[in-house]
Every structure is written in C-alpha cells, then in structure tokens.
C-alpha cells in the first residue's frame, strides 16, 4: 500500500533550525511533484513548497509564502527516495504540522486539495517556542 512518512520534526527554540524528511513506501518518488503543507488547529492546510519531479522548487502564492521565503527550501534526493524541507530561523509563527504530499505537478495555489494531491504522511509536528 503506498505511504508517504515525514520525519524530523520537533521542539525548536525561535531561530533554530529544523530539516523535515519526507520518504515513501509502496511507489518511488522520482515521477512526482511532492509538496509540503502546513496545519494550525482550526485552519485550513496551507502549502509552503513544492518540488517537481525535476528538482525544481516553487512556491505558492498564498499567505505565508512571504513570511516562508529565504527561510525554507525544499530539495529532493532521488536516490535516496526522499524530499527535504530545510527550515531556518524558525519562529513561533512556524509552528504547525507539517504534512507532504505527492501531486503530478506544483501548483502556485490550491484549488481543489482532494483532487490534486493524493498521497499524504500522516504529518509532523514541529514546534518553535522559546
């Protein structure tokens, strides 16, 4: 059965530093766009960033893409089957479960969450408090 695991998040103190892992089982992530997502209780998932297939970042156009921007990058390593997030200079407003997922391209927004991303983790937490 595919799955998509996220690992490495936790308790970081404001400025610190987090690098999220996001791996599957069941299917490779080589052919696909995988995103990462954020969720704070009582709101919707926002997208933070996504890679193509290709190895190319992008990032959406909502809300926290500037409050993301020259913090967080996203990469990829194929041979290892696994998408990154690199967090940098973390701050409260960062806290949230993270979540990846797979899409068949990157998006600049989200329309319709259930139809273009279809694998999901079952989320990290990460928590940036001093």
Do not use: H
């Not at 996220?6 to 089982?25: I, K, N």
């Not at 996504?50 to 990829?76: E, L, M, P, Q």
């Not at 993270?98 to 990157?106: E, I, Q």
């Amino acid at each position: 059965q595919p799955q998509l695991m996220e690992s490495g998040g936790g308790s970081v103190q404001p400025g610190g530093s987090l690098r999220l892992s996001c791996s599957s089982s069941g299917f490779t992530l080589d052919d696909y766009a995988v995103a990462w997502f954020r969720q704070v209780p009582g709101k919707e998932r926002e997208g933070v960033l996504c890679i193509t297939s290709r190895g190319n970042g992008t990032a959406y156009a909502n809300s926290i893409a500037d409050s993301v921007k020259g913090r967080f990058t996203i990469s990829r390593d194929n041979n290892k089957n696994a998408v990154y997030l690199q967090m940098n200079s973390l701050k409260p407003d960062d806290t949230a479960v993270y979540y990846c997922a797979t899409s068949s391209k990157c998006r600049q927004t989200v329309r319709d969450i259930d139809y273009e991303y279809f694998y999901w983790g079952q989320g990290t937490q990460v928590t940036v408090s001093a």
